[in-house]
């Protein structure tokens, strides 16, 4: 009527939506409250600029200050039914009156019971309280004994995706309220994503539940509590389906120490942690070894008196100086928050070089040994089992606990529990007992693979020979021929001259040592062609189609980094394979001659 309206068209746009209420989202300006940033920004920068808090990795330390340079006044007030009330009250004329509860506000502006005062509905941000956390969990505002004890702190550890959410909020608040930083050290840890490297969230249904992967689940019941409660329920068939497809049979049993094992294991400096079933398999594996292990040394230290040894023999003082050294090793990987390195540190002792290599060197010494020998071995096997033990046992808590109970009487250790007891500390090492176990492993290695390459039967003795060398190769095989002899299935020894014929001898190298097995007569020349023949082709083809790929450019340039790299490792490996059967036909073939 008054010939404002200039003209009406229709203007086509996208309604946005809520992603999981699917309600229009219609923006508007709305009061809020908000804390001026800038003021506690600076001093929680300089706290990182001169070394009082520092990220490990370092480089998180970038991704700190490119946000805090940029920051803006902070908005704390959340449109939520849950959170801390915002601790703000109004009265009729929209007056605002701030307190510790309303007596507090009205004692504040002076203002009587008589004016009605109503309570903003607002909460605060989860991140506003998260942010006061290091401090007012400890009795803050009152000065406290732990207050005083544990603030600051040492370590802060958390995911990279929070450190301006949670980890620079609390900076900000400790410094401006305590007067100091809130920690030391920040630890930043990837996450944890599925097998195929995206991230886990209940809309896809790719999240895992500890409780699953310690107690197992069925396959009905995982389908279940992935499709139930969904936000997009929509999505439950696809879900559904791609259970069943990863999860055939559900999920096993692995227990709470293989779980917790793995992700130890998995805690590179990286952004992202790629969890599967498979890595967490092979740590149960590695539980069920320990136990298996602990088994054995209480067997053989059963009903036997231990007592501290007057000498140890060269197995014995090997296992104890690799220990040393595997404690300190592990010390500085804890100090640098390799928690991955650490943990690969243990598995490799505890596995590799405990069980496999010293219980197989005990054997000989507890059945052919004097007792004072035996006894010597027994001390060890128990000693070295209950420092691993300790060694293991932030790890993995449980197993360790129950193993060492059963390991401490036997030693004479006094105490409850292991989560009492003192972190082992590094000791002497014995390089020459290194070395002369070092050169056993290397000829036993020797044969064994010999025995693999050629099919030959565990149980079968061979004879065994040696060419070159020096003084030191010689006398360590006196030492070691009666381990030789019984761990090497040995029928018999000996040493060829320099210039001796030894083309129909299988042979692996020690240094210039060089370990012989006379072939003629041991061997189905024939059959073993043959079985090598028919392996070497298998390989020649996987070789090929190694060669192909990477002979392909779009693959090359295209393909992640990794799998790339990947793909030169298995081409190489390829090459050393084919290579390898090679040498045993024309070793095979010599015989025929």
């Known amino acids: 009527a008054a010939g404002l309206l200039e003209k009406i068209e229709n203007h086509r746009m996208v309604i946005p939506r809520g992603d999981r209420s699917h309600a229009v989202v219609e923006p508007y300006l709305t009061d809020q409250w908000y804390v001026k940033i800038e003021p506690l920004a600076k001093p929680a920068i300089e706290a990182v600029e001169d070394g009082r808090i520092q990220f490990v990795p370092e480089n998180w330390s970038r991704t700190y200050f490119d946000w805090m340079h940029r920051i803006e006044d902070w908005c704390i007030s959340r449109q939520l039914w849950w959170g801390h009330r915002?601790?703000?009250?109004?009265?009729?004329?929209?007056?605002?009156?701030?307190?510790?509860?309303?007596?507090?506000?009205?004692?504040?502006s002076g203002i009587g019971d008589d004016v009605e005062l109503a309570q903003d509905d607002d909460v605060l941000d989860t991140w506003f309280s998260s942010a006061l956390w290091p401090f007012t969990t400890l009795g803050w505002p009152e000065q406290t004994g732990r207050l005083e004890r544990f603030y600051p702190?040492?370590?802060?550890?958390?995911?990279?995706?929070?450190?301006?959410?949670w980890v620079a909020r609390m900076m900000m608040m400790g410094l401006h309220f305590m007067g100091d930083v809130p920690f030391r050290q920040v630890y930043i840890h990837g996450l944890i994503r599925d097998s195929h490297g995206h991230k886990m969230s209940k809309s896809k249904g790719n999240v895992l539940d500890p409780i699953d992967l310690i107690d197992g689940v069925e396959l009905e019941t995982l389908v279940s509590k992935r499709t139930t409660g969904l936000m997009q329920p929509q999505m439950a068939p696809a879900i559904e389906k791609a259970t069943r497809r990863e999860f055939p049979d559900g999920i096993p049993a692995f227990g709470c120490d293989a779980l917790r094992f793995t992700f130890a294991a998995l805690a590179t400096q990286g952004r992202d942690i790629r969890f599967d079933l498979g890595r967490i398999e092979g740590n149960r594996n590695f539980c069920n070894k320990l136990w298996n292990a602990a088994r054995y040394v209480l067997m053989q230290t059963d009903g036997h008196r231990i007592e501290a040894?007057?000498?140890?023999?060269?197995?014995?003082?090997?296992?104890?100086?690799?220990?040393?050294?595997?404690?300190?090793?592990?010390?500085?990987?804890?100090?640098?928050?390799?928690m991955d390195l650490a943990a690969q540190c243990l598995y490799e002792f505890t596995w590799n070089e405990y069980c496999d290599w010293y219980l197989e060197l005990s054997k000989p010494a507890l059945q052919q040994g004097s007792e004072a020998e035996r006894n010597a071995t027994r001390h060890t096997l128990l000693s070295v089992l209950?420092?691993?033990?300790?060694?293991?046992?932030?790890?993995?808590?449980?197993?360790?606990?129950?193993?060492?109970?059963?390991?401490?009487?036997?030693?004479g250790i006094a105490g409850e529990s292991i989560m009492r007891q003192r972190f082992p500390e590094p000791g002497a090492t014995d390089p020459e007992a290194q070395a002369d176990i070092d050169w056993l492993k290397q000829v036993l290695q020797g044969t064994r693979r010999i025995r693999s390459e050629l099919n030959l039967a565990p149980s079968l003795r061979l004879a065994i020979r040696f060419q070159g060398g020096d003084a030191g190769d010689r006398a360590r095989f006196e030492q070691f021929e009666p381990l030789l002899a019984s761990l090497a299935r040995a029928e018999s020894f000996g040493w060829f001259n320099a210039d001796a014929d030894?083309?129909?001898?299988?042979?692996?190298?020690?240094?210039?040592?060089?370990?012989?097995?006379?072939?003629e007569?041991?061997?189905?020349?024939?059959?073993?062609?043959?079985?090598?023949?028919?392996?070497?082709?298998?390989?020649?083809?996987?070789?090929?189609?190694?060669?192909?790929?990477?002979?392909?450019?779009r693959f090359v340039e295209n393909a992640p980094a990794e799998v790339v790299e990947?793909?030169?490792?298995?081409?190489?490996t390829h090459e050393a394979n084919v290579e390898r059967f090679r040498e045993q036909v024309r070793r095979l073939e010599s015989l025929r001659n």
């Not at 000498?311 to 990987?333: F, K, P």
């Not at 360790?400 to 390991?407: H, L, Y």
């Not at 028919?534 to 070789?543: G, I, R, S, T, V």
């Open 386 to 411: 209950e420092t691993c033990l300790r060694a293991l046992h932030p790890f993995m808590p449980f197993i360790t606990e129950e193993i060492w109970q059963r390991v401490k009487e036997p030693l």
């Open 309 to 338: 040894p007057e000498a140890l023999s060269v197995a014995d003082r090997w296992i104890r100086s690799r220990a040393s050294a595997m404690l300190t090793e592990l010390v500085g990987h804890v100090e640098n928050y390799r």
């Open 566 to 572: 990947q793909e030169k490792e298995r081409l190489a």
């Open 502 to 519: 030894t083309s129909k001898c299988a042979v692996a190298l020690v240094g210039d040592l060089k370990v012989l097995i006379p072939l």
């Open 153 to 165: 702190t040492t370590v802060l550890v958390t995911g990279f995706d929070i450190i301006f959410f």
């Open 521 to 553: 007569g041991l061997v189905d020349v024939q059959s073993e062609l043959g079985r090598i023949e028919k392996l070497m082709a298998k390989e020649q083809a996987d070789l090929e189609r190694s060669r192909t790929k990477m002979g392909n450019r």
């Open 86 to 108: 915002i601790p703000a009250w109004y009265d009729a004329g929209g007056g605002i009156h701030v307190g510790f509860d309303e007596a507090d506000a009205r004692r504040r």
